[in-house]
Nanobody
Framework: QLQASGGGLVQAGDSLRLSCAAS????????MGWFRQAPGKEREFVAG????????KHADSVKGRFTISRDNAKNTVTLQMNNLRPEDTAVYYC?????????????????WGQGTLVTVSS
């Protein structure tokens, strides 16, 4: 129900744009988030966007470099990633949550996409 795309192999300093297409009904009722998981590490919150798109939250590690946004007319959420670093290398997942606010705990999210791999070389 969530299909993430846009990952790839890039060099440090490059940009990538991840997209997540949602086939869930009433997409605008869901908080949407991006998470990532590097090898041997736990899944971590990257960014989240409110139902309307007016409010966003970004992890400190990506603030100023990544931007989350959504288009409720197209049922999509995107993550624009600029100035990528090797430590951004991970599988990136989009997720949907029916709560009223943006949560950073992945256990709160109801639906998950399959993930897209981002590899940043130094």
């Amino acid at each position: 129900q969530l299909q993430a795309s846009g990952g790839g192999l890039v060099q440090a300093g490059d940009s990538l744009r991840l997209s997540c297409a949602a086939s869930i009904s009433r997409f605008s009722y869901y908080i949407m988030g991006w998470f990532r998981q590097a090898p041997g590490k736990e899944r971590e919150f990257v960014a989240g966007v409110s139902r309307s798109g007016d409010n966003t939250k970004h992890a400190d590690s990506v603030k100023g470099r990544f931007t989350i946004s959504r288009d409720n007319a197209k049922n999509t959420v995107t993550l624009q990633m600029n100035n990528l670093r090797p430590e951004d290398t991970a599988v990136y997942y989009c997720a949907a949550d029916q709560s009223a606010r943006i949560h950073v705990d992945p256990r709160v999210y109801n639906y998950w996409g399959q993930g897209t791999l981002v590899t940043v070389s130094s």
